[in-house]
Structure formats: C-alpha cells, structure tokens
Nanobody, 111 residues
Framework: QVKMVESGGGLVQPGGSLRLSCTSSGIFLSIKTVNWYRQAPAKERELVGS???????NYADSMKGRFTISRDNAKSTVYLQINTLKPEKAAVYYCKVCKYWGQGTQDTVSS
C-alpha cells in the first residue's frame, strides 16, 4: 500500500518562509517524478510544479518565483520551499506521485 505524507506546514508571519516535505512508504520516491499542488480556500487544486528523479524542475507559470522544489534522494524526501508568504495566499499543499496523493499540509499566515 502506497502512502504519501506531507509535513512542515504551520503558522508563519507575513513575508516569512516555509519548507514543506514529502515522504512516502510503499513506493521508491527517489526514482519518481514528484508533483506539488496547492489548494486555496474555495479554489480548485492547482499545480505548483514538479521535479524529476534526477532533479529537473518545472513550475507552472503562475507559480514561478515564489516556490522552489528540491529533493534529497538519500533521504527519499522531496521539498517545497515557499517564500514571501501572504495571508491571502494561504493554502493546503499536496504532493503527488503517479496516482497517489498525500493528505496535505496547511500553511497559515498571520501576524
């Protein structure tokens, strides 16, 4: 059984940063392309970007500049760095591999 797990969300002040992590069980994450998505309140889930097994990244046009995806294959972990957090941009972030989704992790931006 495959399980994806996101972590690292939490309360951040406006302008701050977060680094989210994606790990898995039941699948070799280090050899897979991993996608990150975000879903804001009352909005559709949207793609942030992806990273291939050898570290090539691609970002949705609307996401370029504020997000950085990276990976550490030795730790079987994929990261999503989010900079310049804004209250109006708060969302739940999900990682996805093949057809498998995690449960999501939320960023909350408040002073």
């Amino acid at each position: 059984q495959v399980k994806m797990v996101e972590s690292g969300g939490g309360l951040v002040q406006p302008g701050g940063s977060l680094r989210l992590s994606c790990t898995s069980s039941g699948i070799f994450l280090s050899i897979k392309t991993v996608n990150w998505y975000r879903q804001a309140p009352a909005k559709e889930r949207e793609l942030v970007g992806s990273i291939t097994d050898d570290g090539i990244t691609n970002y949705a046009d609307s996401m370029k500049g504020r997000f950085t995806i990276s990976r550490d294959n030795a730790k079987s972990t994929v990261y999503l760095q989010i900079n310049t957090l804004k209250p109006e941009k708060a969302a739940v972030y999900y990682c996805k591999v093949c057809k498998y989704w995690g449960q999501g992790t939320q960023d909350t931006v408040s002073s």
